[in-house]
């Protein structure tokens, strides 16, 4: 989870949305991604499809049924999807999401036995500096946004 953490500060420092993701297979890190939807203007650029992504490639296979899945933050539908889809399996992930995790909080599509695979998953793994990240990623943005704010009635009134 540490080298998820640091994938998720590779995002904050260009402005990303600091979540951070990485797949282990036998004990080596084969897949590493951070979230990268605005650098890509992609909505699919999440941290664990671009993991996932490089772990196929890696070992040749769309097939990664021995790996574990390290994410900073609980996925979203469509990288459970990309989870179930690629046979992951354990999910270790950090914070929740209360608004988009679809892996225990909205709803748990990974571990659905109604589908034809399913992962183990553990939740709350460092979920605090993992939500923490967030929680500072997200009070400078406000900050920065104030500022311009404040800049822009200033040029405003001269
Ligand atoms: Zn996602």
Redesign the pocket.
Known sequence: MQAAIQEAQKAAVIREVPIGAVVVLDGEIIGRGHNLRETNQQSTA????IAIQEACAKVGSWRLERAQLFVTLE??????GAIMLSRVEEVYFGAYDPKGGTAGSLLNLLEDQRFNHWSYVEAGILGEPCGQLLTDFFRELRQIKKEQKKLKKTSQDE
Not at 46 to 49: G, K, L
Not at 75 to 80: A, E, I, V
């Open positions: 999440h941290a664990e499809m996925p979203c539908p469509m990288c459970s």
